[in-house]
């Protein structure tokens, strides 16, 4: 199975900072990758799809990029909902796997 | 609007079995790939099983294969997951997840709100 891992664990931030989450895949996924956002007590959202697609109704201040084994999720303007764990999840075969998620914390 | 509604979660005790259920609404259900999402209490998120519109394909995680068993009805806009032999670890709340696209390789567009299993004695 593909391992995915995810940096920082957690991190601290104020509103308006930008931040960034880095995902790596043990083997290439092309740009087969997703990233999530669970707030506290929620299910999952999915922001982004294809490493770099913005979900719909999702704002632009988040941005995806990479392919192959490096990825990044980065949140420009960070607002007060944005506080939360995020996932990445690749698309690119079965078993499906996820990292083990990135915590955003106010500072 | 699409909505996922899961049910059947509850305490079970080790060795035991249950069934989950989920009720989908507001698409053309037989169309869409269908995956099982599972959190550990405090823990991540882990990826259980899917199957495919028509039900031809399915995949299990290591980790439940042989004791988890996927279905869907499609009349009854219906996505099921069977639960035997569950362990402790089986524990976590279990979400319904709609894939975006129909190729069964599409980012997880639409969760339900998860079904809560307890395996405990």
């Known amino acids: 199975a593909i391992q995915m891992t995810q940096s920082p664990s957690s991190l601290s931030a104020s509103v308006g900072d930008t931040v960034t989450i880095t995902c790596r895949a043990s083997q290439g996924i092309r740009y087969e990758l997703g990233w999530y956002q669970q707030r506290p007590g929620k299910a999952p959202e999915l922001l982004i799809s294809s490493a770099s697609t913005l979900h719909s109704g999702v704002p632009s201040r988040f941005f995806g990029s990479g392919s192959g084994t490096d990825f990044t999720l980065t949140i420009s303007g960070l607002q007060p909902e944005d506080f939360a764990t995020y996932y990445c999840?690749?698309?690119?075969?079965?078993?499906?796997?996820f990292g083990p998620g990135t915590k955003v914390e106010v500072k | 609007q699409v909505q996922l509604v899961e049910s059947g979660g509850g305490l079970v005790k080790p060795g035991g079995s249950l069934r989950l259920s989920c009720a989908a609404s507001?698409?053309?259900?037989?169309?869409?790939?269908m995956s099982w999402i599972r959190q550990a209490p405090g823990k991540g998120l882990e990826w259980v099983s899917y199957?495919?519109?028509?039900?031809?394909?399915?995949h299990y995680a290591d980790s439940v294969k042989g004791r988890f068993s996927v279905s869907r009805d499609n009349s009854k806009n219906s996505l099921s997951l069977q639960m035997n032999s569950l362990r402790g670890e089986d524990s976590a709340l279990y979400y319904c997840?709609?894939?975006?696209?129909?190729?069964?390789?599409?980012?997880?567009?639409?969760w339900g709100q998860g079904t809560l299993v307890t395996v405990s004695s």
């Open positions: 507001g698409f053309t259900f037989s169309d869409y790939y």
């Open positions: 997840v709609r894939e975006a696209g129909h190729s069964g390789y599409d980012a997880l567009d639409h």
């Open positions: 199957i495919s519109g028509d039900g031809s394909i399915i």
């Open positions: 999840l690749q698309d690119y075969n079965y078993p499906r796997t």
